[in-house]
């Protein structure tokens, strides 16, 4: 089993929708979870970060963590075609980041 | 931006060779960790250093080595280049505290092994 799981995707949302982007993770120790946009051929970058239970909201990105389900989502709102990139999920432990390989989200004009 | 700066952007080296990368973390972070990321993967763990120990490591053979200056500036060497080694190298700054690390990446670095 993977550290931590994501479905590659792509996944295909209207603009103006809700993009739902999902992760699961096997440590039952994690303590931090991440989310990061990654453009093409560029370096990932930090969205949301979460430590507790329930939702987190910035803007339009929300980020949900369960940890009795080791479960962490994000969604963003209102999508623009300018979200369309891959979406790594980062679960953190003790001295060690784990990321999933990511799922590619496109946002349809 | 991140603050967090990588040199150089892009590489080419022959297998066998001996590569060095560099990272100059974000002011005020004590804790950098290097990744490698092939086309299509997550990035993948290769080690971490804090306050200039090595702090944790991933699954990576011994030639893949660091350091940490008293700056909190870092280096990764890769000894013994072999194709597989092509990917782009990523570090991320971040300051431990007792939730773990936020982690900041710089804009990487993209090392072709011919």
């Known amino acids: 089993q993977k550290e931590v799981e994501q479905n590659s995707g792509p996944l295909s949302v209207p603009e103006g929708a809700i993009a739902s982007l999902n992760c699961t993770y096997s440590?039952?120790?994690?303590?931090?979870f991440f989310w990061y946009r990654q453009y093409s051929g560029k370096s990932p970058e930090l969205i949301m970060f979460i430590y507790s239970n329930g939702d987190k909201e910035d803007g339009r990105f929300t980020a949900q963590l369960n940890k009795a389900s080791q479960y962490v989502s994000l969604l963003i709102r209102d999508s623009q075609p300018s979200d369309s990139a891959t979406y790594l999920c980062a679960v953190g432990s003790y001295q060690k980041v784990t990321f999933g390989t990511g799922t590619k989200l496109q946002v349809i004009p | 931006e991140t603050g967090v700066t990588q040199s150089p952007t892009h590489l080419i080296k022959t297998r066998g060779q001996q590569v060095t990368l560099r990272c100059s973390s974000q002011?005020?972070?004590?804790?950098v960790s290097w990744y490698q990321q092939a086309l299509g993967q997550g990035p993948q763990f290769i080690f971490q250093?804090?306050?200039?120990?090595?702090?944790g490591r991933g699954n990576f053979p011994p030639r893949f080595s660091g350091l940490q200056f008293p700056n909190y500036s870092s280096e990764l060497n890769v000894n013994a280049l072999e194709l597989d080694d092509s990917a782009l190298y990523l570090c991320a700054s971040s300051l431990r505290t007792s939730l773990g690390d936020t982690q900041y990446f710089g804009p990487g670095t993209r090392l072709t092994v011919l």
């Open positions: 002011s005020g972070h004590n804790t």
């Open positions: 250093y804090y306050r200039e120990e090595e702090n």
């Open positions: 440590d039952q120790g994690s303590q931090s």
